[in-house]
């Protein structure tokens, strides 16, 4: 099975994913980690807002919206 | 561990877990118990009784982990050292999560014992979880509790004794997410279940295409609602209660007898009669404007706040606004500020303090102190300028509307820097809990209370002296190039702008007295909003900001107050 490797930022709307990563400095991972984002959890895009608004997600049914910034140095896996 | 020993328990864990609720289970006073990441901004103490003995409970602001992000969980981090005891409230729904600054509390000096809230709404969502083996893993007491019905609370601090201080173990971080994922498969299983209704509301809200229209209906019903009730309490309260108050001043008007005492007291009569607004003595105007025309918004206005806070609307407001907020250097967060300082200042620009950076706070509090005006402000403003139609007032909130963007977009660019993305939990939908909701509005309203009440006293009392001695005069003709060269306003409104310094809902009525038309009122009205923050509200910002940047803002507040009075001078008066 080939796993596509992407950011949070190409997610869609509806689309799950798993996370393979964080990359980034000791506190941004520290940080995100902490809020429930962590490598191995199944990720659901709910939104996207516009004009580079922040993407929400959605990790164990509960929704967090980050930045694209941020969410560009979350690595997932599709498939 | 010997509960007697015991002077001060901290509550801690994650934003929105509860834990307001559970400290005023415990304590019974009045606080702000919210869904909204970082409301406990200014921590609440509180006293609580253990088996006789008096215990300070203190509510410390919610943090994800002892890694500080902002300066509200710096201060929950440097209170730790303060606690005698920890309770760790967690959120039964999110164990996971939660456990991260479970062990890392654990990792410290100071025992710690457990409470699993909302138990319900774990059981309800399919979240099992053993809380007794959690106890055995953990070592400390673990307590189910719902702090809403008060289920679980007295087992909890029966179980505080069982606590002891931690054996020192050190994990890195990693260990720790590890540690938590063998935890987790020990004692929690997860039944799948479908959607609930709120959810799918949740989701409707915060995508652009339904939550805009939606926010924006939200605002609008918001607004209806607060004047709705504001009216109907003035009509069918406020005015029948001063229709049997005026005999008796006009008894203690008779009784004192015309001079300074006269003046100071019951103030100026106008064709024999008391004028509420234009009288300006104590016992008129001073007890009018704030019981009359404002007390009845301001108890609309946190009513209306609370609401939409206790049931996790707010977030969603954030993450909506996040795209035209970041254009100000802001994020989301800020339309926190915004709708706080609506109400009132002071608690708008404490609220900064949830932005991450020096540049997202200057640029918060500044805009804050130049173009929201405060809901005692706002009943003003309606009341002196709804009589001439609606579109006055509505040029009045065109123009700080205007204010708002182009300062906030100048600022941007100028203001050296970071500005941070948002990273903001968007909690479930939850029922407010009638008697937060309540206390939480009561506790807003009598700050509201004791903090106006006595400056609108010494501005009354200040106002009849300056005029007695001629000073007003003088500051009418020193400022005249401003006030009359620029803005286009009589001279005489200099009073209204120095008492505006401490009240400024006082100041607004001070207008009517001037004889101006409707564009200058709502020149004078604009320019009273901008050129300077109230005094209650400048010495929360001397604190916020330090010296230097209020400085800063002081200049920038003054030179927005010149521009736009000026501008609107041009557009409504010509030259």
Redesign the interface.
């Known amino acids: 099975m080939i796993h596509l490797e992407l950011t949070l930022t190409n997610l869609q ?1 509806k689309q799950k994913a798993r996370i393979l990563r964080l990359e980034g400095g000791f ?1 941004f991972q ?2 995100v ?4 984002i ?1 490598e191995g959890k199944i990720v659901e895009v ?2 996207r ?6 993407i ?1 997600i959605s990790i ?11 969410a560009s140095r979350i690595i997932v896996a599709v498939g | 561990m010997d509960i007697q020993k015991v002077k001060k328990i901290l509550l801690m864990g994650n934003p929105n877990v509860g834990k307001s609720v559970v400290f005023s289970r415990l304590t019974g006073a009045n606080v702000i118990a919210s869904n909204y990441p970082g409301s406990t901004i200014e921590f609440t103490k509180g006293l609580m009784r253990i088996e006789g003995s008096k215990k300070e409970l203190i509510d410390v602001p919610g943090t994800y982990s002892l890694e500080p992000t902002n300066t509200a969980e710096e201060v929950a981090v440097n209170m730790l050292d303060e606690g005698d005891l920890i309770i760790n409230v967690i959120d039964s729904t999110n164990l996971e999560r939660n456990l991260f600054l479970t062990l890392e509390l654990l990792q410290g000096n100071t025992p710690v014992v457990v409470a699993l809230n909302m138990w319900d709404e774990a059981k309800h969502n399919g979240i099992t979880i053993n809380p007794d083996e959690l106890e055995k893993l953990l070592g400390v007491p673990v307590v189910p509790i719902v702090a809403l019905t008060g289920e679980g609370i007295k087992k909890l601090l029966s179980r505080l004794k069982d606590t002891h201080t931690p054996t020192d173990v050190s994990q890195s971080d990693a260990e720790k997410w590890i540690h938590i994922g063998e935890i987790i498969k020990k004692v929690q299983t997860i039944e799948h279940r479908h959607h609930t209704i709120w959810e799918k509301i949740s989701d409707v809200t915060v995508k652009p295409t339904t939550g805009l229209p939606i926010g924006l209906g939200v605002i609008l019903l918001t607004f209806f609602f607060i004047r709705y009730i504001g009216e109907g309490l003035i009509g069918y309260v406020i005015e029948p209660l001063f229709d049997l108050y005026t005999p008796v001043v006009m008894e203690i008007s008779r009784a004192i007898g015309p001079g300074i005492f006269h003046d100071i007291i019951i103030g100026r009569l106008i064709d024999g009669n008391i004028d509420y607004v234009e009288s300006m003595g104590l016992l008129t105007t001073g007890i009018f404007v704030p019981f009359g025309m404002v007390l009845p918004y301001i108890l609309a206005f946190y009513f209306g706040l609370s609401v939409l806070e206790d049931t996790g609307y707010l977030p969603r407001l954030s993450v909506l606004a996040d795209t035209i907020f970041h254009k100000f250097g802001l994020h989301g967060c800020g339309i926190v500020s915004v709708f706080l300082g609506l109400g009132c200042n002071v608690p708008g620009a404490l609220s900064t303090r949830i932005l991450e950076t020096r540049k997202q706070r200057f640029i918060s509090a500044t805009l804050l102190a130049i173009s929201i005006p405060c809901m005692a402000q706002i009943a003003m403003i309606f009341g002196i300028l709804g009589s001439y139609g609606i579109e006055y007032v509505l040029l009045v909130f065109i123009a700080l509307i205007a204010t708002y963007v182009s300062s906030g977009l100048l600022l941007n660019r100028y203001i050296a820097g970071e500005s941070p993305e948002l990273f903001l939990e968007i909690p479930p939908y939850r029922r407010p809990y009638g008697k937060a909701l309540l206390k939480k509005t009561w506790m807003r309203v009598r700050i509201f209370l004791t903090e106006a009440i006595p400056f609108v006293f010494l501005g009354v009392l200040f106002i009849n002296i300056l005029y007695a001695i001629g000073i007003i005069d003088t500051l009418g003709t020193f400022f005249s190039p401003v006030i009359s060269g620029i803005w286009g306003l009589p001279k005489e409104a200099a009073a209204a702008l120095l008492i505006g310094f401490l009240r400024k809902d006082m100041a607004i009525g001070m207008l009517l007295p001037l004889g101006m038309d409707p564009f200058q009122l709502v020149i004078a009205a604009t320019v009273l909003t901008i050129y300077f923050p109230c005094v209650a509200t400048f010495a929360v910002l001397v604190r916020e900001l330090g010296i230097q940047d209020l400085l800063k803002s002081v200049l920038l507040m003054i030179a927005a107050a010149i521009i736009v009075g000026g501008i609107m001078r041009l557009i409504l008066l010509g030259f």
Not at chain 1, 49 to 54: E, H, L, N, S, T
Not at chain 1, 60 to 70: E, P, V
Request: net charge positive; no cysteine; charged share 25%.
């Open positions: 709307p506190g520290k940080n980690r902490s809020r429930g962590l709910i939104t807002q516009p004009i580079g608004g922040p929400v164990d049914k509960r929704n967090t919206a980050i930045g694209r910034g941020m």
